[in-house]
T-cell receptor
């Protein structure tokens, strides 16, 4: 149980275009989902926390107008990178917290490799 | 502040060697502690966790004990395998997860 999927796993897009990444909890309901960014050989940086039915909370330094997050249901959150630039190229990972879980455990998706040319 | 510090890698070991990856944390109160593993090109997988002092998390031969007195959660394995080659992240949680910088482990046959 506790499987989180991401789609797509890899995407290449041109500068100026927008890309949407989906994060789904497959066998549980997630009231809270998290979006992370990972640069090569570095740790994960939390970008934002999204709660179902409400606006996402962005970490300091993350542009909310550039990284649009929508958490429309208890099993789906999307991250849209708008007007992408090469510096947005990165590995994006989502995680989800099971609403039934007592602990703070998060379940991670397999990640999406974004390359902006 | 609240942070996680883990030993810098890369760590290179021969198969069947003993592994220790140090991790210390700072936090207010008593956070939950985790070790995650990331295999090449993949997302993170939870390796083990401990939610209170003196708890020992264990999985796949890996162990870590929540030491409140030293604010540590060191990861150990008695005999590593080539398949253990990955990046290991220590993390603590009091609401949100805070990750260490990761330690790359390479195990040679």
């Amino acid at each position: 149980g506790a499987v989180v999927s991401q789609h797509p796993s890899r995407v290449i897009c041109k500068s100026g275009t927008s890309v949407k990444i989906e994060c789904r909890s497959l066998d549980f309901q997630a009231t809270t989902m998290f979006w992370y960014r990972q640069f090569p050989k570095q740790s994960l940086m939390l970008m934002a926390t999204s709660n179902e039915g409400s606006k996402a909370t962005y970490e300091q330094g993350v542009e909310k107008d550039k990284f649009l997050i929508n958490h429309a249901s208890l099993t789906l959150s999307t991250l849209t990178v708008t007007s992408a630039h090469p510096e947005d190229s990165s590995f994006y990972i989502c995680s989800a917290r099971d609403r039934r879980a007592a602990s703070y455990e998060q379940y991670f998706g397999p990640g999406t490799r974004l390359t902006v040319t | 502040g609240n942070s996680v510090t883990q030993m810098e890698g890369p760590v290179t070991l021969s198969e069947e060697a003993f592994l220790t990856i140090n991790c210390t944390y700072t936090a207010t109160g008593y956070p939950s502690l985790f070790w995650y593993v990331q295999y090449p090109g993949e997302g993170l997988q939870l390796l083990l966790k401990a939610t209170k002092a003196d708890d020992k998390g264990s999985n796949k031969g890996f162990e870590a004990t929540y030491r409140k007195e030293t604010t540590s959660f060191h990861l150990e394995k008695g005999s590593v395998q080539v398949s253990d080659s990955a990046v290991y992240f220590c993390a603590r949680s009091q609401g949100n997860l805070i990750f260490g910088k990761g330690t790359k482990l390479s195990v040679k046959p």
